[in-house]
């Protein structure tokens, strides 16, 4: 009886670690999700920013070429930034 009651007692302890590290393989298994989504936000904001800044090269080499501001802008308007 006294070697059931520790065996049980043994089974027990390996099955609340069980647990406990299951929790933490899912937590951590969020964490790297939220990182990924967070890196995936970061790069759409920079591809925004590169979108500009390529538009904002190509309006100063039409200006250099002497094209009219006014052209220029009807042509290639400078897209706004948003953090949406």
Same mark, same amino acid.
Not at 2 to 10: E, L, S
Not at 58 to 71: F, H, I, S, T
């Given at each position: 009886?006294?070697? !059931? ?5 043994? @089974?027990?302890?390996?099955?609340? *670690? ?5 929790? @933490?393989? $899912? ?20 591809? *925004? ?6 538009? $904002? *090269? @190509? *309006?100063?080499? $039409? ?6 501001? !006014? ?14």
């Amino acid at each position: 009886m006294v070697k !059931n009651d520790k065996f049980q007692i043994m @089974q027990f302890g390996i099955e609340e *670690r069980k647990l406990e590290l299951i929790e @933490q393989e $899912l937590s951590i298994k969020l964490e790297k999700l939220k990182a990924e989504a967070a890196c995936e936000a970061l790069n759409v904001v920079k591809e *925004r920013l590169q979108l500009k800044v390529n538009i $904002l *090269r @190509q *309006r100063a080499q $039409l200006l250099k070429e002497g094209v009219p501001q !006014n052209e220029i802008d009807s042509a290639l308007p400078v897209p706004e930034h948003s953090d949406s």
